[in-house]
T-cell receptor, first 115, second 113 residues
Framework: SAVISQKPSRDICQRGTSLTIQCQVD?????MFWYRQQPGQSLTLIAT?????????ESGFVIDKFPISRPNLTFSTLTVSNMSPEDSSIYLC????????????FGPGTRLLVL | QQPVQSPQAVILREGEDAVINCSSS?????VHWYRQKHGEAPVFLMI?????EQMRHEKISASFNEKKQQSSLYLTASQLSYSGTYFC??????????????FGKGTKLSVIP
């Protein structure tokens, strides 16, 4: 398995501000993803973080709102920009390990509350 | 394209069995099962691959019916620790390889003494 850490673990932010979430993995991974989980809901894929190139966003998510970086194989950031209360959610980093394509693991998540 | 899970919720007494189903309208390459406890991240349980065998994790097993694009998770002799929300994540069959999981809405399982 992989050890995935996320920072911060939780935050309370004011509307209109931005927050950057970091994801660090202790193993080399092939794929890194960012998911959102609203309270009591399922997991929704925001984007696939691509190393050295622009992330691939799912329908309903745009780069201006959720810019993503992935400078190397084990690290990625997600920024939630110009936040509104509707952005209050849990944001989860998820990875697939090199050599084990099939298995996907989740980080502990970042709990965001926007006031 | 979101897979459909059933039931939405189930309450069990310790030692009872349960089945959670996951179905898709698309041809699937794989089905992943996760359990999420309140306030925690989803934990990987097992994966079912097209053409693969039935999988088992402790007293939890799962199957994948490729013809029906359905997967079932079987919880045998349930324990209190089995409580949580179970999600299936499906990967659509693609020649280039999809790598993206689409999750169902989840099944909330409560095991009581």
């Amino acid at each position: 398995s992989a050890v995935i850490s996320q920072k911060p673990s939780r935050d309370i932010c004011q509307r209109g501000t931005s927050l950057t979430i970091q994801c660090q993995v202790d193993s080399q991974v092939t794929m890194m993803f960012w998911y959102r989980q609203q309270p009591g809901q399922s997991l929704t894929l925001i984007a696939t973080a691509n190393q050295g190139s622009e992330a691939t966003y799912e329908s309903g998510f745009v780069i201006d709102k959720f810019p993503i970086s992935r400078p190397n194989l084990t690290f990625s950031t997600l920024t939630v920009s110009n936040m509104s209360p509707e952005d209050s959610s849990i944001y989860l980093c998820s990875v697939r390990l090199r050599g084990r394509r099939e298995t996907q693991y989740f980080g502990p998540g970042t709990r965001l509350l926007v006031l | 394209q979101q897979p459909v899970q059933s039931p939405q919720a189930v309450i069990l007494r310790e030692g009872e069995d349960a089945v959670i189903n996951c179905s898709s309208s698309k041809a699937l390459y794989s089905v992943h099962w996760y359990r999420q406890k309140h306030g925690e991240a989803p934990v990987f349980l097992m994966i079912l691959l097209k053409g693969g065998e039935q999988m088992r994790h402790e007293k939890i097993s799962a199957s994948f019916n490729e013809k029906k694009q359905q997967s079932s998770l079987y919880l045998t002799a349930s324990q209190l620790s089995y409580s949580g929300t179970y999600f299936c994540g499906t990967e659509i069959e693609s020649g280039a390889g999809s790598y993206q999981l689409t999750f169902g809405k989840g099944t909330k399982l409560s095991v009581i003494p």
